[in-house]
């Protein structure tokens, strides 16, 4: 008698001996199982069919199909483009872009950008949200006729900007609040209107000329809304500036 037979005999099996007959068990029922249906099946078809979404929006569909003892695995990546606000998808970046800017963005307001006409050239520019005209437009732009002697506080005249025809003080405007605007400096008034250039220089309209910018500019703007003042109007249009 076989080592093996003793030992079932004697009611003692190894541990090594039960799991080796446990996976034969398990593999002689798996195998079984295959082959009972393809049997009960007679041939006939099962499919599966599952999901995923990765974080990116890509959606992952992976097909399995069985016939008899055979699977088939088909996987196909179908990409979507998803608005992260309402959760639509699209087929393309340039659909949600499109669909965002349409239902979503504030245009180019949202990263505070603003579009001008400063002198005759119309101007794009990013700025900040408590960026002053007067800094914009001096600091970035490069119009250093524009002057600031009182340093912001809106008591000299100094700079002086004419805003869509309006005479305005650039240091207390918020720059973010020009988009759309007509701006015209001192080097704008001074090409718009020659005559009055040339009459500050024949009479000799300045000192030190720190605040003559501010002073030119207010007084162009008078002379495009009123052409022929009188003293009493002009004395009204330029009491605002000071001479430093």
């Known amino acids: 008698m076989e080592e093996r037979e003793k030992k079932q ?7 090594r001996e039960f799991l080796k007959d446990a996976g034969l068990i398990v593999g002689g029922t798996a195998i079984g199982s295959s082959v ?3 049997a009960c099946g007679g041939g006939g078809e099962t499919a599966t069919q599952t999901v ?5 929006q890509t959606k992952t569909v992976t097909t399995t199909e069985q016939v008899g003892t055979a699977t088939k695995t088909v996987t196909q990546a179908v ?36 579009t001008f006409t400063v002198n005759g050239q119309e101007t794009t520019v990013q700025v900040e949200p408590n960026e ?17 002697m009182c340093y912001g506080y809106g008591a000299c005249g100094s700079c002086t900007t004419i805003v869509d025809g309006r005479p305005v003080l650039s240091c207390l405007t918020l720059a973010i609040e020009c988009d759309g605007a007509v701006i015209e400096t001192p080097e704008g008034a001074a090409k718009t209107n020659p005559a009055l250039l040339d009459a500050y220089v024949v009479n000799a309209c300045m000192q030190c000329g720190f605040c003559t910018p501010g002073f030119f500019v207010t007084a162009k703007a008078l ?22």
């Open 79 to 114: 990409s979507k483009f998803v608005c992260p606000i309402d959760g639509k998808e699209f087929n393309s970046l340039s659909e949600l872009q499109a669909h965002f800017d349409a239902e979503h963005a504030t245009g180019t307001a949202a990263l505070n950008v603003v």
């Open 52 to 56: 995923t979404q990765t974080a990116t």
């Open 9 to 15: 005999q004697s009611g003692k099996i190894s541990r």
């Open 36 to 38: 009972l249906l393809a």
């Open 223 to 244: 002379l495009d809304h009123t052409p022929k003042p009188t003293e009493d109007e002009i004395r009204e249009a330029l009491g605002g500036n000071i001479c430093r």
């Open 132 to 148: 002053s005209l007067h800094e914009l437009l001096h600091e970035k732009l490069g119009w250093t006729g524009i002057k600031d």
